[in-house]
């Protein structure tokens, strides 16, 4: 059972970057996904969470992230545009080890990635 983050790299203010995360030994559809980021120093801030075909957003990247998944690939995305400095940070994918979790239903995230570095500057 593992995932496993991708996509991360350097980008300039204002550009764009998409992120993946890959299930492996277990399906992630059906079950609360969700993307984190943590920033040296600072606390693990939560982003975005999909369950079934609801999604959900945190207000610092609502409107410019989308999360999406495709079933057929064991993949849920992280498309992230307009990036700030600010979104620099270690991004992670995490999974529910519930089937059938919602995310509004207090996911409870016990499967994570390893983490992918964004650098956002020019």
């Known amino acids: 059972v593992q995932l496993q983050a991708s996509g991360g790299g350097l980008v300039q203010p204002g550009g764009s970057l998409g992120l993946s995360c890959a299930g492996s030994?277990?399906?992630?559809?059906?079950?609360?996904i969700g993307w984190f980021r943590r920033v040296p120093g600072k606390e693990r801030e939560w982003l975005s969470c999909?369950?079934?075909?609801?999604?959900y957003y945190s207000d610092s990247v609502k409107g410019r992230f989308t999360i999406s998944r495709d079933n057929a690939k064991n993949t849920v995305y992280l498309q992230m545009n307009s990036l700030k400095p600010e979104d620099a940070a270690v991004y992670y994918c995490?999974?529910?080890?519930?089937?059938?979790?919602?995310?509004?239903?207090?996911?409870?995230?016990?499967?994570w990635g390893q983490g992918t570095l964004v650098t956002v500057s020019s």
């Open positions: 999909i369950s079934s075909s609801d999604t």
């Open positions: 995490a999974a529910d080890r519930r089937y059938g979790s919602q995310c509004t239903a207090g996911p409870d995230f016990g499967i």
């Open positions: 030994g277990f399906t992630l559809d059906y079950r609360a």
